[in-house]
């Protein structure tokens, strides 16, 4: 069976390592991009979408102006007659307008915005720059002395619409709303020429609005990524913050209740206590015939029954109170050195009639020289008796209790009660790990106690730093191994080389 390990007391029947919380918070985190990734054609988008593009055309608001004042410069400089200077002013118009929608778009929050009519605008908007080229591409030229002026024309079209494509390219529909138009009028323009050059630049500038369309839906699809990547985020954070507050609170909640819990356990514990100290004493007197004999043997078991009854109840509370004070962090470790063999062998000894009882052998296995340990005497004594009495309860008669003291490979030393006993089955270890909690076995079994001795156990070594292996396999028996750290032993040893701890495990 594999190694079970619980560090801590834990109140809880649970499985603090939890794996199956990461595969739910991976299917959360998958349910949450499924149900973004398919937002992706929302309003909410098409807003945001909206927006980008409005504050693209108003950073780039001069970017296409200037190329229209620099086409005009230079075909005034060219010989070209005041018409081009009258359709840079009124493409210049165009883009004008286009920018002042752009400006009052990105103002405008997104939850107040339209979208299919700020989309049609926009729409409108490019057409009437397309307008502005479309005249461009109508203009001739007679008497300026530009060779190859049609070429010219197409290489200044072929610039606006590459810059158009990547400007506009959150607005689906901008490229081919602006140049549809101008590529016509140019290809109509150039149809009474056909020259090979000329025919060549019009089937470049037809390949060419297909293509630019692709890059700009590809940088349309690329914007759309990253809106749900943001929208994603926002969403993950505010789920993170969502679970940080239920967390919080939870905590809150748990520190209450624990506060709650150890003042009602501080103010009962001697209410309790009066009362149990006089029935343990008065049901001994009557159970021992201090003050003369019971005639009735009924009577006197009667108050043998009530004297374990009590001294039971009184066990539960000792060892309640001693498991609150351990999780609170307020039980006191009175630290000196001992000697971990010395104080076995008396727990031992003190069990040894309770084993004798049921026909059970307790065999001592200790190291001869064990340096001394820097810890609780108390608290050592509790832990083993708590193991061995454990064992001692569920070890069927004529069984036997193997006893081992010794030092581990890491140089600390270890105390392990191993029985051969039904052992637990590897779904109920959890359960026997926390408190109050009992296996199948114990549950069926007479002896029934109140399942606190291996949390006690955890906890009592945890405050000294040390770990509890729990090895138990079904109808073999079970193994229970206290480890204190190397920190505790007061005269260190060196630690064992690997094979030397394998073939002393397997001796074992």
Same mark, same amino acid.
């Given at each position: 069976?594999?190694?079970?390990?619980?560090?801590?007391?834990?109140?809880?029947?649970?499985?603090?390592?939890?794996? @199956?919380?990461?595969?739910?918070?991976?299917?959360?985190?998958?349910?949450?991009?499924?149900?973004?990734?398919?937002?992706?054609?929302?309003?909410?988008?098409?807003?945001?979408?909206?927006?980008?593009?409005?504050?693209?055309?108003?950073?780039?608001?001069?970017?296409?102006?200037?190329?229209?004042?620099?086409?005009?410069?230079?075909?005034?400089?060219?010989?070209?007659?005041?018409?081009?200077?009258?359709?840079?002013?009124?493409?210049?118009?165009?883009?004008?307008?286009?920018?002042?929608?752009?400006?009052?778009?990105?103002?405008?929050?997104?939850?107040?915005?339209?979208?299919?009519?700020?989309?049609?605008?926009?729409?409108?908007?490019?057409?009437?720059?397309?307008?502005?080229?479309?005249?461009?591409?109508?203009?001739?030229?007679?008497?300026?002395?530009?060779?190859?002026?049609?070429?010219?024309?197409?290489?200044?079209?072929?610039?606006?619409?590459?810059?158009?494509?990547?400007?506009?390219?959150?607005?689906?529909?901008?490229?081919?709303?602006?140049?549809?138009?101008?590529?016509?009028?140019?290809?109509?323009?150039?149809? @009474?020429?056909?020259?090979?050059?000329?025919?060549?630049?019009?089937?470049?500038?037809?390949?060419?609005?297909?293509?630019?369309?692709?890059?700009?839906?590809?940088?349309?699809?690329?914007?759309?990524?990253?809106?749900?990547?943001?929208?994603?985020?926002?969403?993950?954070?505010?789920?993170?913050?969502?679970?940080?507050?239920?967390?919080?609170?939870?905590?809150?909640?748990?520190?209450?209740?624990?506060?709650?819990?150890?003042?009602?356990?501080?103010?009962?514990?001697?209410?309790?206590?009066?009362?149990?100290?006089?029935?343990?004493?008065?049901?001994?007197?009557?159970?021992?015939?201090?003050?003369?004999?019971?005639?009735?043997?009924?009577?006197?078991?009667?108050? @043998?029954?009530?004297?374990?009854?009590?001294? @039971?109840?009184?066990?539960?509370?000792?060892?309640?109170?001693?498991?609150?004070?351990?999780?609170?962090?307020?039980?006191?470790?009175?630290?000196?050195?001992?000697?971990?063999?010395?104080?076995?062998?008396?727990?031992?000894?003190?069990?040894?009639?309770?084993?004798?009882?049921?026909?059970?052998?307790?065999?001592?296995?200790?190291?001869?020289?064990?340096?001394?340990?820097?810890?609780?005497?108390?608290?050592?004594?509790?832990?083993?008796?708590?193991?061995?009495?454990?064992?001692?309860?569920?070890?069927?008669?004529?069984?036997?209790?193997?006893?081992?003291?010794?030092?581990?490979?890491?140089?600390?030393?270890?105390?392990?009660?191993?029985?051969?006993?039904?052992?637990?089955?590897?779904?109920?270890?959890?359960?026997?790990?926390?408190?109050?909690?009992?296996?199948?076995?114990?549950?069926?079994?007479?002896?029934?106690?109140?399942?606190?001795?291996?949390?006690?156990?955890?906890?009592?070594?945890?405050?000294?730093?040390?770990?509890?292996?729990?090895?138990?396999?079904?109808?073999?028996?079970?193994?229970?191994?206290?480890?204190?750290?190397?920190?505790?032993?007061?005269?260190?040893?060196?630690?064992?080389?690997?094979?030397?701890?394998?073939?002393?495990?397997?001796?074992?």
């Amino acid at each position: 069976m594999p190694l079970q390990r619980s560090n801590t007391a834990d109140k809880f029947i649970v499985d603090r390592r939890k794996p @199956h919380r990461n595969s739910d918070v991976a299917r959360a985190v998958r349910k949450t991009r499924d149900r973004l990734s398919q937002q992706a054609g929302s309003l909410d988008f098409d807003r945001e979408l909206l927006k980008l593009h409005a504050r693209t055309m108003v950073v780039s608001a001069v970017a296409i102006p200037l190329l229209v004042l620099a086409v005009a410069a230079i075909g005034r400089l060219a010989g070209l007659d005041s018409q081009i200077t009258i359709w840079a002013l009124s493409t210049l118009l165009c883009y004008t307008i286009v920018a002042f929608m752009a400006r009052r778009v990105e103002r405008t929050e997104a939850a107040e915005l339209d979208p299919a009519q700020t989309r049609r605008d926009f729409l409108i908007g490019h057409f009437l720059c397309g307008l502005g080229w479309a005249w461009f591409a109508w203009i001739g030229c007679n008497t300026c002395q530009v060779d190859q002026f049609h070429v010219a024309k197409a290489m200044v079209i072929l610039v606006a619409m590459a810059m158009t494509a990547v400007l506009a390219s959150s607005l689906g529909g901008a490229l081919f709303a602006t140049f549809a138009i101008p590529v016509a009028v140019y290809v109509y323009t150039i149809m @009474h020429l056909w020259t090979p050059i000329e025919a060549t630049m019009a089937a470049l500038l037809i390949a060419a609005l297909p293509f630019f369309g692709y890059v700009a839906r590809h940088l349309n699809q690329a914007s759309l990524m990253v809106l749900s990547f943001r929208s994603e985020k926002d969403a993950l954070i505010a789920e993170v913050e969502t679970a940080k507050s239920m967390s919080d609170e939870a905590r809150r909640r748990a520190e209450d209740a624990n506060m709650a819990k150890s003042r009602f356990l501080a103010s009962m514990s001697h209410e309790l206590r009066t009362p149990l100290n006089a029935i343990l004493g008065f049901s001994e007197v009557m159970a021992n015939e201090v003050l003369g004999p019971m005639n009735n043997p009924t009577y006197r078991d009667y108050a @043998h029954d009530v004297h374990e009854s009590g001294q @039971h109840l009184l066990d539960l509370i000792n060892e309640i109170l001693d498991l609150s004070r351990i999780e609170a962090g307020r039980y006191q470790l009175n630290e000196e050195p001992v000697v971990l063999v010395t104080i076995v062998e008396d727990c031992c000894h003190m069990m040894e009639l309770r084993a004798r009882n049921k026909d059970i052998r307790i065999i001592q296995e200790f190291e001869e020289t064990l340096p001394r340990l820097f810890a609780d005497e108390r608290a050592v004594r509790q832990i083993t008796l708590n193991l061995l009495s454990n064992s001692i309860k569920f070890t069927p008669s004529g069984g036997e209790v193997r006893v081992r003291v010794g030092w581990t490979a890491g140089g600390g030393q270890y105390i392990s009660v191993k029985d051969n006993g039904p052992g637990i089955p590897d779904e109920e270890i959890p359960v026997v790990l926390s408190a109050f909690g009992q296996g199948s076995i114990a549950i069926k079994s007479a002896e029934q106690g109140t399942g606190l001795g291996l949390p006690i156990v955890q906890g009592l070594l945890a405050m000294h730093g040390g770990e509890f292996e729990l090895h138990s396999k079904l109808r073999e028996g079970t193994e229970a191994i206290a480890i204190f750290p190397l920190s505790r032993v007061m005269e260190e040893l060196p630690a064992l080389p690997t094979k030397a701890v394998a073939a002393t495990r397997g001796r074992r």
